[in-house]
């Protein structure tokens, strides 16, 4: 099993950026589909970007245009830049591993994924 940490999150301005970084232990890094996803308080936690192990992505149709996530596996590690932030963005934000290996398929909601780690406050203000 794939063990996540998340790092990045934060209080800033409407319009600013963070970009939040998520280190994975483990040997498969490289052969599993990873994603971000999101849970404002009183909501159901919901699908942000997903990145195949080969790299095609796929993002939630609130941040696409503002949201990029990438994957370095050298470094073991997944990030998601966040441009032009709205207060609505505010939420704990997760990284999350694929319950699957080495398919080109881009996770597309939480039932893709097997592993999560504790995630991080984003907090965006008005």
């Known amino acids: 099993q794939v063990q996540l940490v998340e790092s990045g999150g934060g209080l800033v301005q409407s319009g600013g950026s963070l970009r939040l970084s998520c280190a994975a232990s483990?040997?498969?890094?490289?052969?599993?589909?990873m994603g971000w996803l999101r849970q404002a308080p009183g909501k159901e936690r919901e699908f942000v970007a997903g990145?195949?192990?080969?790299?095609?992505?796929r993002y939630y149709d609130s941040v696409k245009g503002r949201f990029t996530i990438s994957r370095d596996n050298a470094r073991n590690t997944v990030y998601l830049q966040m441009n032009s932030l709205k207060p609505e963005d505010t939420a704990v934000y997760y990284c999350?591993?694929?319950?699957?290996?080495?398919?080109?398929?881009?996770?597309?909601?939480?039932?893709?994924?097997?592993?999560w780690g504790q995630g991080t406050q984003v907090t965006v203000s008005s």
């Open positions: 999350a591993a694929a319950n699957y290996i080495r398919s080109d398929y881009v996770p597309a909601s939480a039932a893709d994924f097997g592993s």
């Open positions: 483990g040997r498969t890094f490289s052969s599993v589909a």
């Open positions: 990145i195949s192990w080969s790299g095609s992505r």
